[in-house]
């Protein structure tokens, strides 16, 4: 069963940009089950099973990203609880790497029943200001050897078929700073609270759905000093680019009027920049459907922004498709129904299977 593995997986820390840990063990546990892996540039560690007569067909691409939310030094042990695994990160994404894993196990002597190359990856850098760098590269890399691509992400039931595109920034004030009663500089604590007014009062469309989040804010040195310096960091999202990009021009124009009438200066930075449109799905959709279909499982499609968005550009059959059952997602107190593994084990078996089978497109 992937139980074996997810407490293992779980309990090596991967904060995002530092998943290097938790790559030697993925990397250790699948050279153990006899599959040669290389890693790449960027950290993502890369498995292909193929053969021979079908080393030119495009290959599919299961992909699993080993990174969590959680700092370094976040205590990662997992407990059990009246048959639930309960652990920061301990399904997002620990669970599915745990799945892909068993997978491999499983699939040990079964490279002669291909008719594709299948190529399996454990992925760097998908939470937060990591911006999917790590599929990105997979993707950009290797675009011209892939038929399909499947992010292993999420909860067993939820198919991701449309990427939600972000467009993410870090604005940092900066000043003269100075005394709170010697000093009459300006401050940027008050540019970086009018930009936040500024920010939550624009305008967004209810459809389709666009948001805007000022996710971080920080600042200042002591409470009897002017700020000399302020950051924040924004987050803009919405289902099509077109609006994305309307928005992004009128926050960023946002940010630097808030920095003028303070009168300080203000350094924007885009830090991320995620994809996002039809994730041309119609190839995978109706064998996951299948494959759920014939576990008893009713699976349901939507809009997120997984690793699956880094397919949108290159045209790509991209779907992300959960395999646990779970709750709490980047929250200390996350957990995983144990028992859901085995059905999100034989979701991605299945699935696979009748991918191997279809007709070439």
């Known amino acids: 069963m992937p139980l074996s593995y997810l407490v293992r997986i779980a309990q090596t820390p991967a904060p995002t940009f530092q998943e290097a840990q938790r790559a030697e063990l993925v990397a250790s546990l699948w050279e153990e089950l006899g599959y040669r892996t290389t890693r790449d540039e960027v950290g993502n560690v890369l498995t292909r099973i193929s053969t021979p007569a079908i080393h030119d067909q495009p290959a599919l691409l299961l992909a699993a990203h080993l990174d969590t939310v959680f700092d370094a030094g976040t205590d990662v042990?997992?407990?059990?609880?009246?048959?639930?695994?309960?652990?920061?990160?301990?399904?997002?994404?620990?669970?599915?790497?745990?799945?892909?894993?068993?997978?491999?196990r499983d699939f040990r002597g079964m490279a002669h029943t291909l008719r594709r190359p299948l190529w399996v990856a454990a992925n760097v850098a998908e939470e937060g200001l990591g911006?999917?760098?790590?599929?990105?590269h997979l993707l950009a890399q290797h675009r011209n050897e892939l038929g399909a691509f499947v992010a292993v992400d999420g909860y067993l039931g939820v198919a991701v078929t449309r990427g939600v595109a972000v467009r993410r920034y870090r604005a940092s004030f900066l000043g003269p700073g100075g005394h709170s009663w010697g000093d009459q500089a300006p401050s940027t604590l008050h540019a970086l609270g009018r930009a936040v007014a500024a920010l939550y009062a624009l305008p967004l469309p209810l459809s389709p759905r666009t948001t805007l989040n000022v996710g971080v804010a920080s600042g200042g040195t002591s409470v009897n000093s002017i700020a000399a310096s302020a950051e924040l960091l924004l987050d803009l999202r919405s289902l099509d680019p077109e609006l994305l990009a309307d928005l992004d021009s009128r926050a960023v124009a946002a940010l630097h009027m808030a920095a003028r009438e303070v009168g300080v200066t203000v350094r924007v930075e885009r830090v991320g920049d995620r994809p996002g449109g039809d994730l041309?799905?119609?190839p995978l959709l109706p064998l996951a459907r299948q494959a759920a279909r014939e576990l008893r499982v009713d699976v349901r499609t939507t809009s997120s922004s997984t690793d699956a968005n880094a397919a949108a550009p290159h045209g790509i059959p991209a779907l992300a498709l959960g395999v646990y059952r779970g709750g709490n997602a980047h929250r200390h107190d996350e957990w995983v129904q144990a028992s859901s593994l085995g059905s999100g084990l034989r979701l991605l078996q299945r699935l696979v299977e009748l991918y191997q089978r279809a007709p070439a497109a």
């Open 77 to 104: 042990r997992v407990r059990e609880e009246a048959g639930r695994l309960v652990g920061p990160g301990v399904g997002d994404n620990s669970a599915s790497l745990a799945v892909i894993t068993a997978f491999l």
């Open 131 to 136: 911006d999917l760098r790590g599929a990105k």
């Open 280 to 282: 041309h799905s119609e």
